[in-house]
């Protein structure tokens, strides 16, 4: 499984992003697909994950409410729409996926699949 994160770019506080996540071959292995990110000097954070059927979907604390995830199996796609950004949002965001059912959804050891992340800046 190959995935291919865009969407990132500069915009300025309160404003909105889509990152979008491209699956392409085995995309039948595919789970759980989480994004997360990274700031400079910071560990991994987890941002988001959503359920292999695109049911369920778990947001971290920081982002709920401003973000919104969503998945479209039959396009392999899955996207990040980020609305009301803050500074502190700013980081590169991964997608990622996991390649069978694990509950530790947050603990990015637990993905198999990285895409090559996407810079997000938001100025104050």
């Known amino acids: 499984v190959q995935l291919q994160a865009s969407g990132g770019g500069l915009v300025q506080a309160g404003g909105s992003l889509r990152l979008s996540c491209a699956a392409s071959?085995?995309?039948?292995?595919?789970?759980?697909v989480g994004w997360f990110r990274q700031a400079p000097g910071k560990a991994r954070e987890w941002v988001v994950v959503?359920?292999?059927?695109?049911?369920?979907?778990v947001y971290a604390e920081a982002v709920k409410g401003r973000f919104t995830i969503s998945r479209d199996n039959a396009k392999n796609t899955v996207d990040l729409q980020m609305n009301s950004l803050k500074p502190e949002d700013t980081a590169v965001y991964y997608c990622?996926?996991?390649?069978?059912?694990?509950?530790?959804?947050?603990?990015?050891?637990?993905?198999?699949?990285w895409g090559q992340g996407t810079q997000v800046t938001v100025s104050s």
């Open positions: 990622a996926a996991q390649d069978r059912p694990v509950p530790a959804y947050g603990d990015w050891t637990t993905y198999v699949y």
């Open positions: 071959g085995r995309t039948e292995n595919m789970h759980a």
């Open positions: 959503i359920s292999r059927s695109g049911g369920v979907s």
